[in-house]
């Protein structure tokens, strides 16, 4: 029988390979990705709580969270857009301007 | 095992799997489209919970929306290959796969095992399929948390002059 | 007369004006307004001492106290000292001494400073260094007179390295506020154990509890007398912190005049002989004031008989007799010692004066082994130090006759055997120098040169009207302290001098006014000392005239004694070695060492290189790299998250 324990170790295992893929890609945009997949596991467990206490809350957290995730995503796109005009790559090692 | 538990499995293993793809592959376009598999199992999830108006906007939202804009911008960029996920070369990939290995652990062992929840919320003897639903879900954002609502279209409005301000070309 | 008790701030105010004046208006006022200001202040400080005495002598002999609060100064608790002034028989003559010498002093300066440089700066000095002595004579409390003693201390140094630009006399200068130094960090000593005991520094409430609150011969009372003695010691140039006096013969002569040899040295007599009520609750300490008193006539006089310098003759003279006045007020006899430092006040200013003659009229020179018959040249002069020195060498009935006997008398009266030896033998030794110094500069035949010989002439009116005023009082001086041995047979004169001071001194004292029988051996003794006066006189006279190649065939003969003395027993260089070179050693390992290598290098410059070493290790967390600091969030997530779940 599948429980809320199955879906909240789910959303931990998304998390965990949504972190590993922000701390190792060198994309850029890949690692925006791995943290759209983060947001998604958060979601996941928002949903899952919500329908076992039965709190409509939570369904509508989730839907700002999808809000602000798009928003999120423009706006980052847009810097990365930027930032390639720069310096002609999106591989963020070519970005330690703050170093020192 | 129900019908639910085994879609459950099914759905499951294709999210983790399509999501580790992502993290791995060299190309980014695989990688979106993966992301969109992962995206899709999700929404498949959400069903099964219950939760059909959250699955269609996850639908609407992230596979349609979200990551055909992450596609526009890598064809923009015209972006080639890269360094394929070397563990052996890079201590801080080493670490980075060892610290989620040992996050996970921690998160599985120690909290998930006893979870019953100790907290019932105003609508938990409504049938979920009432509770996810288009109607219930409408009502709530109207009335009760129509705050967020309205704050959360100002925040897109932003985002939108955010992202033509930042993306335009210098003159 | 209680209106004249308001008027005792003026006393030390009106010098206080001239140093106000000449100090900061002197240069533009130009030389001849400071010769009027600079004496004209002392002068009327004197006129208004002199009216406060005849004041006090038209009181009751039991009741002469003048006295006024100007301010309580310095409340602090269960400590208060005021700024305040009183005139009993003591400070009435101290005062008298040090505005009448003082002023003769100042005017005798207008002539022998006249065209120098620091003119005005001259006189604003020597008008401070009488605002100090008043203060220190006229205070009500120890404190008051500590600050007069610090002050003349201060002038001291000023005056003496006043031609500062000759490093030696800068430096003797310092020699002479250092050693002081020494004495004064004793004498503050002794103040703190009077305030410790008797709660409060005034002498109104000291003086009269000190039988009740000290025992006899006791530990407290010990200590206090000792420490104030230190700081006699050190103002008053004995054994063993002389040494600045001699060296502070580098100071123009009137300033050796007033401030070494009448006034500021003799500050150490007037605090012991003030605070006599303690002394005698501390037998033990007098006897030590007695002994070092002694000690120092005899040592100093030794040394004065080699001296070719005709002002360091006058210096060790000085210290002979500061030991003498010691020795008087060691077997307290206070009323004596303060005669004698009166009388020596006289003739030791004319002595001074006259050599500051000599010395001007043949244009610096100093070495009494090139002069000679000079008494046809400066006759005033050799007048005036001819009285001077007949009343050192204690030849009757001049004043250091009449003084220097008393301090013996009372010596041997008091049992002091020993003691009355050494200044019998020292008053020997005080005619021999002293006539020595005399034969040489004004008898003989003149060794200088012909140009000396030509360009020497007596000194201006401003320098000899203070000789001879000051010459008259050594001669008469001492009558008014006639003893009874001598006022008795001479039909009943008393002894005014001590019966003026009587009130202040009252224990320890014998009456003299009533008429007693008077023991043969006092005129024995008398005749005594005389004889020995005459047998020094002789002696000079027979070795540096009669035979002038007889000091040399001496010295020779005893080439060891004649290095010792000449060499001053080497007691700067005992000093030297024990106590200068380690001080420099001292400093220049906390120099080098402690300030540059610890706080400079290390503190300072090692805060520096630390705080740069440690921002360099810093600024490598800042690599600039996303990734890198994610990871730093994520292990902060990972610990947080761990505590919680292993541990609560």
Redesign the interface.
């Known amino acids: 029988m599948v429980g809320p324990a199955h879906y909240i170790t789910l959303s931990a295992v998304l998390f965990t390979i949504g972190v590993i893929g922000v701390l190792t890609r060198k994309n850029a945009i890949i690692v925006f990705m791995a943290i759209e997949i983060m947001l998604n596991a958060a979601n996941l467990a928002l949903v899952t709580f919500a329908m076992t206490i039965g709190d409509v809350a939570g369904l509508i957290m989730v839907l700002l969270v999808m809000a602000v995730a798009a928003a999120e995503a423009a706006v980052g796109l847009a810097i990365i857009v930027a930032m390639f005009r720069h310096r002609e790559t999106v591989n963020i090692e070519a970005f330690n301007v703050l170093r020192g | 095992m129900t019908g639910v538990d085994v879609a459950f499995w099914i759905l499951a293993a294709i999210a983790v799997g399509a999501s580790l793809v992502v993290i791995t592959s060299r190309n980014p376009v695989a990688c979106v489209l993966f992301l969109v598999v992962t995206f899709f199992a999700l929404a498949g999830l959400f069903v099964t919970l219950h939760s059909h108006f959250l699955a269609a906007v996850q639908v609407i939202i992230y596979a349609g929306a979200i990551m055909v804009l992450f596609l526009f911008v890598i064809m923009l960029l015209n972006l080639g290959q890269e360094q394929w996920f070397d563990v052996s070369n890079n201590p801080l990939r080493v670490t980075a796969v060892v610290f989620g290995a040992g996050f996970l652990a921690l998160l599985v062992g120690g909290g998930i095992s006893g979870l019953a929840p100790t907290v019932r919320g105003p609508a938990a003897e409504i049938s979920p399929d009432l509770l996810g639903s288009t109607g219930a879900v409408g009502t709530a954002l109207y009335t009760a948390y129509f705050m967020p609502f309205i704050t959360i279209a100002l925040l897109l409005l932003l985002a939108m002059v955010g992202a033509v301000a930042l993306a335009r070309r210098e003159r | 007369m209680t209106g004249v008790e308001n008027l005792l701030w003026l006393i030390p105010a009106f010098p206080l004006a001239g140093v106000a004046i000449n100090g900061l208006f002197g240069r533009k006022l130009g030389d001849r307004v400071v010769s009027v200001i600079g004496p004209g202040v002392v002068g009327t400080a004197f006129v208004l001492a002199a009216a406060s005495f005849v004041a006090l002598r038209s009181m009751p002999s039991t009741d002469r106290l003048l006295q006024q609060t100007l301010y309580n100064w310095l409340p602090a608790g269960e400590f208060s000292a005021s700024i305040g002034f009183q005139l009993d028989p003591l400070s009435m003559t101290m005062v008298l001494v040090v505005t009448g010498v003082g002023f003769l002093i100042h005017l005798y300066s207008v002539g022998y400073m006249h065209g120098d440089g620091g003119y005005a700066r001259y006189f604003a000095f020597l008008n401070l260094f009488t605002f100090a002595m008043l203060l220190l004579v006229m205070a009500d409390n120890f404190l008051l007179l500590f600050v007069g003693w610090e002050g003349v201390g201060l002038c001291s140094y000023l005056l003496i390295g006043f031609w500062f630009e000759d490093r030696s006399k800068a430096d003797a200068g310092k020699k002479a506020f250092i050693v002081n130094r020494i004495g004064d960090f004793g004498f503050l000593i002794g103040i703190f154990l009077i305030f410790w005991t008797f709660g409060s520094v005034a002498f109104a409430d000291v003086l009269p509890e000190a039988a009740t609150r000290l025992t006899l011969g006791g530990d407290l009372a010990f200590w206090i007398c000792l420490f104030l003695f230190v700081g006699a010691v050190g103002k008053s140039a004995q054994i063993p912190l002389f040494v600045w006096l001699p060296d502070a013969m580098a100071g123009p002569t009137p300033v050796s005049a007033l401030i070494h040899a009448a006034t500021m040295v003799t500050a150490g007599v007037y605090m012991v002989a003030r605070s006599h009520a303690l002394y005698e609750m501390a037998p033990q300490v007098l006897a030590l004031v007695a002994g070092i008193g002694a000690a120092t006539a005899l040592f100093a006089a030794t040394i004065g008989i080699v001296q070719n310098d005709i002002k360091k003759v006058l210096a060790y003279s000085t210290i002979s007799q500061l030991g003498y006045m010691f020795m008087g007020v060691g077997v307290a006899a206070f009323s004596a010692g303060i005669f004698h430092l009166v009388t020596h006040a006289f003739f030791k200013a004319v002595l001074f004066l006259g050599a500051g003659s000599v010395i001007h009229a043949l244009h610096g020179e100093q070495d009494m082994r090139t002069m000679g018959g000079l008494k046809s040249k400066l006759p005033i002069t050799y007048w005036t130090m001819l009285a001077a020195t007949l009343a050192i060498a204690g030849v009757p009935p001049l004043a250091g006759f009449v003084s220097k006997d008393e301090i013996l008398w009372r010596t041997w009266d008091g049992g002091h055997t020993v003691l009355w030896v050494i200044g019998f033998i020292t008053a020997g030794l005080t005619a021999a120098y002293m006539f020595r110094l005399f034969f040489l500069t004004f008898h003989g035949s003149f060794r200088g040169t012909k140009d000396q010989w030509e360009h020497a002439h007596e000194s201006p009116l401003s320098m000899t009207i203070p000789l001879m005023i000051l010459g008259a009082l050594s001669v008469v001086g001492g009558w008014i302290g006639l003893p009874a041995a001598l006022g008795q047979p001479l039909g009943g004169i008393a002894n005014r001098f001590e019966g003026w001071l009587a009130p202040v001194f009252e224990a320890g004292e014998h009456a003299a006014h009533e008429p007693h029988a008077i023991p043969p051996i006092e005129y024995g003794l008398m005749t005594a000392s005389v004889a020995v006066a005459t047998l020094g006189i002789l002696v000079a006279y027979w070795t540096y005239l009669r035979s002038p190649d007889l000091p040399s065939r001496i010295v020779a003969r005893s080439r060891g004694v004649y290095a010792l003395l000449n060499g001053k027993y080497f007691v700067d260089e005992l000093y030297d070695f024990l106590i200068v070179r380690p001080f420099y050693a001292l400093s220049r390992f906390a120099w080098r060492f402690i300030d540059d290598g610890l706080i400079d290098g290390l503190g300072v410059g090692g805060t520096g290189a630390l705080v740069k070493r440690g921002s360099r290790i810093v600024?490598r967390w800042?690599?600039?790299?996303?990734?890198?600091y994610?990871?730093a969030f994520?292990?902060g997530v990972?610990a947080i998250?761990?505590y919680y779940?292993?541990f609560r």
């Open positions: 600024s800042e690599t600039g790299y996303v990734q890198g994610a990871m994520f292990g990972f998250l761990a779940y292993l």
